[in-house]
């Protein structure tokens, strides 16, 4: 049976945050480019359009501009292939994914008296904002181990705490040690128990460890696997009235439901003859979950008959988010050794606030031919944080964030052009880069159609996207850095029906 247990440890955000946070930051900050197929396929750019569920998540007021009270369902097919740089040495890993990405209704009421109010309307939207679906492999090799990681944990803990008595067992022992001294110490156990390290004199007092490994000619081997999954779902609840036939607003209160697993399996090899071990694999896993609030508030300005002009605020997304971890060591010394405690790691619940986001709009519209939208998003990511004042380790990593990421603009365009009862469609995403001293920006590019059926429709969108990033191997010791770029294709398809 599992074990659970949960432990206030601060050390934690510090260990196997350090490695991560930037990058949680900014995936739990950023999101996909999802929704309707004609959204998509427009490359997101409806803030001045509206009249689509997908344009609710760039504007409020979009919700006026519906002209009947309308049903919509969203699908979609993703392909990601993603290629991992380390050390030289790439390797290219495909992913293949299908889901529900959006679903609508929206109920529009035209007053029928006279009223500067022309019309009013009530939406509900579900919308994945962000799909963390995903997989990749590196392999390299690398003249640093990761004993180093365990050597950085374990030191300056007595040996005492990393041996098994004999009225207990690896669990309990590992359960203690985080119930009571910390994670940083449960990886010094990993460590000994899995003979990667050793203590410098036997003795219960001991607190330096030495490393039981040394590379062989080539340096050793590493072999890094990631799989992930999860997403952020976001609910929305829109009210949205359009005032004397030529200004629509409306608001957004929106629930956010965020899950994201992630596994590590790491191997070593390559030892030198003068080592204790042949081989070691360190696999763990990391659960998150949590839930999170927002609103934003929009408008949309009629000029005339061809220029439309928008503009929404976006809050932050306050978040509550719970960590859960399980991990386990094996190695290789002539014989299997195989060290899994079978233990969830429950850590307390956390803060986090996503940055806001300030949005204008123009389109232009040619008659019933078509028109072409654009948009601009103004995100600065410095102000993400962890909302823990009493916690500083968390307030640490606020320091971090300062220190490593700045604003980044987001710029969509999109065009449609119409004959009879058909449409095509382009877009493009130009989004910058938000850490200072590493290339993430990413780009898309997207086409589509759609056919109306007067009482319905149906549209299909195609979008090509690109996405740099890195991933580091460990929080401390083995620090190094994988290169990662990675290419999604997805296809979406769309039914709407007009009530």
């Given at each position: ?5 949960k432990a206030?440890l ?6 196997s ?9 900014l ?5 996909d480019?999802n929704?309707?197929a ?5 490359g ?28 919509s369902i969203?699908t ?5 292939q993603t ?5 030289g040495s ?6 293949s994914?299908?889901e ?11 007053n ?8 009013i309307?009530f939406?509900f ?5 962000a799909n ?6 590196a392999?390299g090799?690398?003249?640093?181990g ?8 374990a ?6 705490n990393?041996q098994i ?6 669990s309990a022992?590992?359960?203690?040690l985080?119930e009571?001294?910390g994670?940083d110490?449960?990886?010094g ?5 899995s003979f990667i ?5 036997d ?14 000619t080539?340096?050793?081997i590493?072999?890094?696997v ?8 976001k609910y ?6 359009e ?6 607003v409306g608001?957004?209160?929106n629930?956010h439901?965020l899950?994201?697993?992630q ?18 694999r ?6 998150s979950?949590?839930e999170g ?9 009629k000029?005339n008959k ?10 932050p997304?306050?978040f509550?988010i ?5 991990e386990f060591?094996?190695?290789?010394d002539?014989s299997n050794?195989?060290i899994?405690?079978d233990v ?8 986090f ?6 949005s ?6 040619f008659?019933?031919?078509?028109l ?12 993400a944080q962890f ?12 320091d971090v964030i300062i220190q490593?990421v700045?604003?980044?603009?987001i ?8 004959f009879?009862?058909y449409s095509i469609?382009?877009g493009?995403i ?5 850490l200072?001293?590493f290339?993430?920006s990413?780009s898309?590019?997207?086409i589509g159609g759609?056919?109306?059926f007067?009482?319905s429709?149906?549209?299909l969108?195609i979008?090509s ?8 191997l460990?929080?401390t010791g083995l620090?190094?850095n994988?290169?990662l770029k990675?290419e999604r294709?997805t296809v979406?398809?769309?039914?709407t029906?007009?009530?």
């Open positions: 049976m599992k074990h659970y247990f206030i601060l050390l934690f955000f510090v260990t945050m350090n490695g991560q946070s930037l990058q949680d930051i995936r739990y900050s950023t999101s480019l929704g309707t004609r959204y998509t396929a427009m997101g750019a409806f803030g001045a359009l509206g009249g689509d569920f997908g344009a609710l998540d760039n504007n409020p007021a979009a919700g006026s501009v519906f002209e009947h009270t309308q049903f969203t979609s097919s993703i392909r990601n290629n991992a740089t380390y050390f790439s390797y290219e890993t495909k992913y994914d299908s529900f990405d959006q679903v609508g209704f929206a109920l529009v009421l035209k029928t008296v006279e009223s500067p109010w022309s019309k309307s939406a939207n579900y919308q994945k904002t963390f679906n995903d997989a990749f492999e392999d090799y690398n003249s640093t990761v004993d180093q990681y365990f050597l950085n944990n030191q300056g803990y007595e040996l005492s990393f008595r004999s009225d207990e067992n690896e022992l590992y359960s203690y985080g009571n001294v994670f110490a449960q990886q156990f990993l460590g000994y128990q390290i050793d203590a410098v004199v003795e219960s007092t001991n607190r330096a460890y030495i490393s039981n490994v040394s590379p062989g080539e340096g050793y590493h072999e890094y990631t799989q992930r999954s999860g997403g952020i779902k929305t609840l829109n009210f949205s009235g005032y004397l036939n030529k200004y629509n608001i957004n209160i629930s439901k899950e994201y697993r596994v590590n399996d790491f191997y070593e090899g390559n030892y030198a003859d003068s080592s204790t071990l042949n081989a070691f360190f696999k763990n896993e990391l659960l979950f949590g609030v927002s609103f934003q508030v929009g408008a949309i300005a000029l061809q220029i439309r002009f928008g503009l929404s605020y976006e809050s997304t306050w509550s719970t960590e859960e971890t399980i060591a094996a190695s290789n002539g050794i195989t899994e405690p969830i790691n429950t850590y307390p619940e956390y803060r606030k996503t940055p806001s986001k300030y204008g709009s123009f389109a232009y519209i008659g019933q031919k078509g072409i939208s654009v948009d601009y998003t103004q995100v600065n990511y410095v102000k909302n823990e004042p009493n916690d500083d380790s968390l307030n640490e990593q606020n490593n700045n604003a980044a603009g710029l969509r365009v999109g065009g449609e052009y119409r009879g009862n469609r382009a493009y130009n989004q910058g880069a938000s200072k001293n290339d993430n990413s898309s590019k997207s759609g056919i109306n007067g009482g429709s149906l549209d969108s979008v996207s690109e996405f740099n990033g890195q991933q580091q460990f929080s620090t190094d994988i290169d990675k294709f979406g398809l769309t039914y029906l007009k009530l």
